[in-house]
């Protein structure tokens, strides 16, 4: 009997669904949580782990409110389903979803909805690094006490693969929310970084995801602030941002809807969404400039 290579044609691989995953980062209070009221709600799921949703008080949606981090990956697991390439005593694995399966039901329940909105992966990685301090790793082998380099370690392990397996779930739109901290660095320039325990899960997110987004305040023309999503890697803000559908401008307006409507839009050309031309240098400041000289003599 001769095997078939599983290659995964062109046309059945652009009729796959898809769902967009993504990561909305802003200042506490710009009105993250408040981009729910911008969704169908009959269809989105709120993964409420911050317990701040009077934002959204009198919104028609359906919730869950994980309040440990096992939950978070039992709910994982379940939205996303298992991964057969783990052991069966790991997370995510066909016997994790099994068990989840047991417990929870039937995961056909959450076939109605499209979009999970999981508010915030700030909170998150609390409850994580919590959990983590418990674990035998975080302690010394030599003297039993509390090594917090252990807790580190495994809070970054599990934190990038509870992000992996959710950003794996096809057909469904994933998007975290997460607060945006500002930081002098060591030349006291402004610095964007994610709020979140530890640094591995903020320095890979970006890597993860399909769409990196700041929410943030620009002010318009007459110097007034308004809220807007910062939507591209090279913005004059340094705010983290990256689109890999080639589809939005740098600036768009704060409605999360509008914005999967203009992500799943007609494809872009690869000529309009990748420049080969070499960039251009600024001009030299005049302290750079060369002056000629006004000696004559050889």
């Not at 869950?64 to 005593?89: H, K, S, Y």
């Not at 418990?134 to 003297?143: D, H, I, L, V």
């Not at 903020?202 to 318009?220: F, H, K, N, R, W």
């Amino acid at each position: 009997m001769t095997g078939v290579l599983p290659i995964i044609t062109a046309d059945q691989r652009m009729a796959e669904p898809r769902g967009i995953k993504g990561v909305i980062f802003g200042p506490s209070g710009i009105g993250k949580t408040s981009l729910l009221w911008t969704l169908k709600a009959s269809s989105t799921l709120f993964f409420d782990l911050e317990a701040g949703d009077l934002a959204i008080e009198g919104l028609a949606i359906d919730a869950i409110r994980p309040r440990t981090w096992t939950e978070c990956r039992d709910f994982a697991v379940f939205i996303g389903g298992p991964n057969p390439a783990l052991r069966d005593e790991q997370a995510y694995s066909s016997a994790h979803y099994a068990a989840v399966c047991q417990k929870f039901g039937d995961p056909a329940a959450l076939d109605k909805y499209d979009t999970v909105f999981i508010d915030s992966i700030t909170v998150a990685g609390r409850l994580c690094f919590g959990w983590c301090k418990g674990q035998p790793e975080a302690y010394s082998e030599k003297t039993g006490k509390p090594d917090v380099r252990g807790a580190y370690g495994l809070h970054g392990r599990e934190m990038i693969a509870w992000l992996t397996h959710l950003q794996h779930t096809r057909g469904k739109n994933i998007w975290f929310v997460g607060i945006l901290d500002q930081k002098p660095d060591d030349f006291n320039r402004k610095v964007f970084s994610p709020q979140i325990d530890g640094s591995k899960t903020g320095l890979e997110l970006p890597g993860i995801v399909d769409q990196v987004i700041t929410m943030t305040d620009i002010a318009d023309g007459d110097g007034s602030p308004q809220r807007g999503f910062v939507c591209q890697t090279l913005n004059p803000w340094g705010f983290p941002a990256k689109d890999r559908s080639g589809r939005l401008d740098l600036i768009e307006p704060p409605h999360l809807g509008q914005l999967m409507d203009k992500i799943r839009g007609p494809l872009v050309s690869a000529e309009s969404r990748l420049t080969y031309q070499p960039p251009k240098l600024p001009a030299p400041s005049p302290a750079q400039a060369t002056t000629p000289s006004n000696d004559t003599t050889n």
